[in-house]
């Protein structure tokens, strides 16, 4: 069943290098807790107890937002196929934007999205899997292009605009920081 680690082992690490999608789980001290799921090609593991991960312009902010004010994340990934696996990955983390001076090193471990707005880097502190009994399996067909070719058709300029709209913000009126004067 369940074990705990205070760093990824090679094995848990190469189990998430093998996952198309993983889910994020932050909070602030009041107001929502918000847990969204990420695919495409946005994670790397840097260490046992260091990740990234490439956040790209989506409808709302909120990590950002929560991570300003409580720096805790949970990232959860789930064996869909093979055997039965629960991970949990918990940890502070900060989002790092590209006026970052540390931005350019780590987005350069990344495909080029447009459209990516933070890279949120997470300091490891506990490592859990669970059985994973419960998770069904869930064949994977692919990744999809909608946010890529919609990032592509908005351009520098229109997503800078859609940031200014959207995404400095969170539902519970959290600043995030995506543009600062």
């Known amino acids: 069943m369940g074990k705990q680690y205070t760093e990824l082992t090679g094995n848990l690490t190469a189990f998430i290098a093998r996952q198309k999608m993983f889910f994020v789980g932050t909070a602030a001290a009041d107001g929502r807790v918000n847990v969204s799921p990420k695919g495409m ?46 991970l949990r990955v918990y940890g502070q983390a900060r989002a790092l934007h590209p006026r970052d001076a540390e931005w350019a090193s780590l987005h350069a471990l990344f495909p080029n999205f447009n ?45 800078r605009q859609y940031w200014e709209d959207k995404n400095q913000l969170s539902l519970d009126g959290k600043p995030t920081e995506i543009l600062l004067p």
Not at 117 to 139: M, Y
Not at 142 to 154: G, I, S, V
């Open 115 to 159: 459209g990516a707005r933070q890279i949120i880097d997470v300091a490891i502190e506990l490592v859990q899997t669970s059985c994973g009994f419960g998770v069904p399996f869930l064949d994977f067909k692919a990744q999809r292009e909608q946010l890529t070719q919609w990032a592509e058709k908005k351009g520098a300029n229109g997503i």
């Open 41 to 86: 090609d946005t994670l790397r593991v840097l260490t046992a107890n260091r990740a990234v991960w490439l956040n790209l312009t989506g409808s709302g902010n909120e990590t950002a937002a929560h991570l300003r004010e409580l720096s805790r994340i949970t990232l959860m990934f789930c064996a869909f196929e093979g055997d039965p696996l629960i």
